[in-house]
C-alpha cells in the first residue's frame, strides 16, 4: 500500500514503528489526529498475514478513534497500536511477557503523552500494568478502571435499544431476536445483558468453547460463523472483527437493524454505507455505538468515577437516536451523519480564534 498517500487522504499525523529483537515487539503506533487532545487508543495483538495489514489496520483503527472521541464529546484525538504476534503464546511466557510490554511502554513513553494506550483485542489489563512500569501514558489498569469490555458491551447494549426504538416503537427486548457474531470479552458481555433483557440470541464465534460457554448461560442458539448473516433477525450485532459489511454478507442479511461492538465493519463505507441505507437497514455507527470502553477509560484521565462513566455511557442512546432520525428525515446514510457530527466538532474546536495571554 502507499502509506503516505493514504495518510494524506485522512490527515494523519504519524506511524511509528516499532521493534525489539530482545522480546520479539513487532508492530506500529498510529496517530491520527490530535486537535481535540491526546490521541487515546487501545493496543491489538494479532497475528497479521501481511504485514501491510497491520499498517493498514492500524491506520483505519486509529482514524476511528478520532470520530469515535469526537462524537462522544471527549478532549482526545484518535490513535492506535497494532502489535504483531499471537497473544496466547505471549500470556504463556510470563519472561518474555514482561520484557515485551515494557518495551512497547517505552516506545509509548517516547511519544511524550502524544497517544494514550489501552487494552484491545488481545490484551488485558495487566498487561497495561506492564506498560505502566515504563510510561505514565497509559490507562486501563487493574488499579483503576480494569477491564472496559463490560462498559463497551453496556453501550452497544443501549445503542441496540434506541435503534430497536427507531424502528419498532419501543426499545424493550422482550421477543426480540439478536445475532451476535462474537462472543469474546465484549460480545459475552452484551450477550448475558440482551438475555437478561428478554431477547433470543443466535451466536457465533471461532471459538466454539466460548460459544458453548455463552449458550449454557444464555440459552442461545449456535450456528456456524459463516451462517450467522443469514440468520432471520431483528438485529446483527457484529463484535468481533472489522470488514463484515461487504458485498459478499449484505445480500445474506434479513435483519432490520446492524448495530455491534466491532471496528471499521463496513468494508468501505464510500460503498457499502450508502447501500445498506438504500436497502433499508437502520445502522447504528459502530464508532458511535461501542464508545462505552473509550468513555470509561477516559474517566481516568479526569480522576475515575464508576457511576460518572456510566452516566456518560447512557448518553449511547441518545447519541444513536439522533444520528439515526437525521438519516432518515435528510435520506443520508446514517454512516455519514456520524461522520459530519464528528468532523463538525474537531473542526469548531479547531477553529476558535486564538487569544494571546501576555506573561
Not at 109 to 138: C, F, Q, W
Request: net charge neutral; hydrophobic share 35%.
Amino acid at each position: 500500500m502507499n502509506k503516505f498517500e493514504y495518510m494524506e487522504k485522512y490527515g494523519y499525523e504519524q506511524i511509528v514503528y516499532m521493534y525489539d529483537r530482545n522480546s520479539g515487539l513487532k508492530g506500529a503506533i498510529c496517530i491520527h489526529n490530535t486537535t481535540l487532545g491526546p490521541a487515546l487508543g487501545g493496543t491489538r495483538v494479532w497475528e497479521y498475514e501481511q504485514e501491510d495489514d497491520a499498517i493498514l489496520d492500524v491506520l483505519r483503527l486509529a482514524r476511528g478513534m478520532t470520530k469515535k472521541a469526537a462524537c462522544a464529546g471527549l478532549n482526545l484525538g484518535g490513535g492506535k497500536a497494532v502489535i504483531i504476534g499471537n497473544s496466547k503464546k505471549l500470556r504463556s511466557d510470563t519472561v518474555r511477557r514482561e520484557a515485551f510490554w515494557r518495551s512497547f511502554g517505552r516506545y509509548v513513553e517516547s511519544l511524550g503523552g502524544r497517544y494514550i494506550t489501552a487494552e484491545d483485542v488481545g490484551t488485558t489489563p495487566h498487561d497495561m500494568s506492564l506498560v505502566k512500569m515504563e510510561t505514565n501514558h497509559v490507562v486501563g489498569l487493574p488499579s483503576t478502571s480494569g477491564d472496559p469490555s463490560p462498559f463497551t458491551a453496556y453501550g452497544v447494549f443501549k445503542g441496540i435499544k434506541a435503534s430497536l426504538k427507531e424502528v419498532y416503537g419501543t426499545g424493550k427486548l422482550q421477543g426480540r431476536c439478536v445475532a451476535i457474531q462474537g462472543v469474546g470479552a465484549v460480545g459475552g458481555h452484551l450477550a448475558r445483558m440482551l438475555h437478561d433483557e428478554g431477547a433470543s440470541l443466535y451466536i457465533t464465534d471461532m471459538d466454539m468453547e466460548r460459544c458453548e460457554e455463552i449458550a449454557k448461560e444464555t440459552g442461545a442458539t449456535i450456528v456456524e460463523p459463516s451462517k450467522i448473516y443469514s440468520v432471520d433477525c431483528d438485529v446483527f450485532s457484529p463484535c468481533a472483527l472489522g470488514a463484515v459489511i461487504n458485498n459478499d454478507t449484505i445480500p445474506q442479511f434479513k435483519c432490520k437493524i446492524i448495530a455491534g461492538a466491532a471496528n471499521n465493519v463496513l468494508k468501505d463505507s464510500d460503498i457499502h454505507g450508502p447501500k445498506i441505507h438504500e436497502m433499508g437497514f437502520v445502522y447504528a455507527p459502530d464508532y458511535v455505538i461501542n464508545a462505552g470502553g473509550l468513555i470509561n477509560v477516559y474517566q481516568e484521565l479526569l480522576g475515575y468515577d464508576k457511576e460518572q462513566a456510566l452516566k456518560k455511557i447512557d448518553e449511547i442512546y441518545d447519541r444513536v437516536r439522533e444520528i439515526i432520525r437525521t438519516a432518515r428525515e435528510t435520506n443520508t446514510p446514517s454512516y455519514l451523519v456520524a461522520d459530519r457530527m464528528a468532523e463538525n466538532r474537531i473542526n469548531m474546536m479547531r477553529n476558535i480564534n486564538s487569544i494571546y495571554v501576555g506573561k
